[in-house]
């Protein structure tokens, strides 16, 4: 079996590490020893083309599942023997830090008459003239009854906010603090992915920034107070739900109360989603569970009507698809993607178009609209070549990319400036590129039978739940058969 070849970067970004350690940004692996880089969440986390991706691509799920065993009990006895804790410094701000912090924190006042004085078209007022501020009371009673215009007017104002906290977070983290990465445990956890983000270590060691109640800030009382104890029509952007403060030396009790208004609202949007969108997933998956993928490509329902003609327009499987365009990955690592494939045995089991095929592909790529797809004429599990436009595009550019160097050219000539780590014998010819890629392009399709109505109908509660509404849904939803109210014999 040949070690993998690889290179990827890291979650952890190389300024973080300073003019000593830029290269660990970059994780390079050359026939499985690792030579740079940091093992993080972006190798062997949920991470698209990461090191446990990589190898369930090389060498199947088996090795790829024994991988993640094997770093799980390294990384756990690592962690038994060494140990790891956050403390009270990893959160502290230099005193620096804090003369920024507090200089930036002063310019909110200012930030949020500015935005109230420019939204009522008194920009060019005097503020320090009384009669200023009793007309800008007077305009701003006049929004408050309008929900439109006070809209309008928390969006302004939110948006000068939101420039601050911004600024603030960037100045404070991470060169603002006591201790720097990777010294600092918890930038170590949240950067690397281990646990937690930046905005939980800016809600510890800098403020809170603005609370949002279903997009908007705090709404207003009849009084024009959010609370009793602000004045009336209040332009100051913390009586409106923008907390100053941060965890790490305590927020005001004002602040605590929008706090809890808006994780009380992130409850409720929760408990209220779950049931829509768990309803709306029920209607999808019964309506849609007879779509499947037949022989000959086509989607089909449970009456044998043609959906599409191929999933998705090229018949690939979404889950074997992801390492399809990473050319470059597949050419250093050959030798493996032919011990798993074997390419061999599969040919002589296919049918060969080689006198037809490269025509109509050049035809189809040429002239789109007055051609027809090459998989229309061709079935992609039985003719290596069949692949889709978009696909042989791809291909093509990269043989065709002067900067790729693990391709064979056409001129010795051209060979002069080849870097010297890569070994002229283990060069590939582009036939041979080209003919390895449809193979890979073969192992890819969608298996026959697959419940693709069902991934559909997931996919579609997925996105809808995100943005489904607390009121009524926006389109009827489809009644079950056995949820109908027409007499009769019920359809289960």
Not at 70 to 97: E, H, N, P, W, Y
Not at 384 to 398: D, K, Q
Not at 442 to 457: D, Q
Request: hydrophobic share 35%; glycine share 8%.
């Amino acid at each position: 079996m040949s070690g993998i070849h690889f290179s990827s970067k890291g979650k952890i970004p190389a300024d973080r590490w300073g003019s000593i350690g830029a290269e660990e940004a970059e994780v390079i692996v050359h026939d499985g020893d690792m030579l740079t880089g940091i093992i993080d969440k972006a190798q062997i986390g949920a991470s698209a083309y990461g090191l446990v991706h990589s190898v369930h691509e090389l060498y199947g799920a088996t090795i790829a599942g024994k991988l993640l065993s094997i770093l799980s009990r390294l990384l756990t006895k690592f962690l038994q023997s060494r140990a790891f804790s956050c403390r009270m410094d990893d959160l502290v701000l230099t005193a620096k830090g804090n003369h920024d912090r507090r200089r930036m924190l002063q310019t909110v006042n200012d930030k949020g008459l500015s935005a109230a004085l420019d939204y009522t078209g008194l920009a060019s007022a005097e503020r320090s003239d009384p009669a200023t501020a009793d007309d800008l009371r007077d305009r701003l009673e006049e929004i408050l009854r309008d929900d439109y215009k006070l809209a309008g007017l928390d969006a302004s104002v939110e948006s000068e906010t939101n420039q601050v906290t911004s600024q603030l977070i960037k100045t404070c983290l991470p060169n603002g603090l006591v201790k720097p990465f990777p010294h600092n445990n918890m930038q170590t956890m949240t950067v690397s992915g281990a646990k937690g983000s930046n905005v939980n270590a800016s809600q510890i060691s800098c403020l809170l920034g603005q609370q949002s109640l279903e997009g908007r800030r705090v709404p207003v009382m009849v009084s024009g107070k959010t609370l009793p104890s602000f004045k009336a029509f209040e332009t100051a952007p913390r009586a409106g739900g923008f907390v100053a403060g941060r965890f790490l030396t305590g927020i005001r009790p004002q602040e605590y109360y929008f706090h809890c208004m808006a994780g009380r609202e992130g409850l409720i949007d929760t408990a209220v989603k779950t049931s829509r969108s768990g309803y709306l997933q029920r209607c999808l998956i019964k309506h849609l569970e007879g779509l499947r993928v037949h022989y000959d490509h086509t989607v089909r329902n449970a009456d044998q009507s043609v959906l599409q003609f191929h999933y998705g327009e090229d018949s690939l499987d979404v889950t074997k698809q992801k390492h399809l365009l990473q050319f470059e990955f597949a050419v250093r690592n050959m030798q493996s993607i032919i011990n798993r494939y074997k390419p061999k045995a599969a040919l002589e089991r296919t049918d060969n178009l080689d006198d037809v095929l490269p025509n109509a592909m050049k035809k189809a790529l040429k002239h789109p609209d007055t051609h027809p797809p090459v998989l229309s004429l061709a079935s992609p599990s039985t003719v290596s070549g069949a692949v889709s436009e978009r696909f042989a595009r791809e291909i093509e550019t990269y043989i065709k990319n002067p900067k790729q160097r693990f391709l064979r050219p056409r001129k010795k000539k051209d060979m002069a400036d080849w870097p010297a780590f890569i070994r002229k014998d283990e060069l590939i010819s582009a036939e041979h590129f080209r003919s390895l890629m449809s193979m890979r392009y073969m192992r890819s399709l969608v298996e026959p039978g697959e419940a693709v109505g069902l991934m559909a109908s997931q996919g579609c509660v997925l996105v809808l739940s995100l943005s489904l509404p607390l009121g009524p849904l926006p389109f009827p939803l489809p009644r079950p058969p056995y949820l109908s109210l027409r007499p009769g014999p019920s359809s289960l």
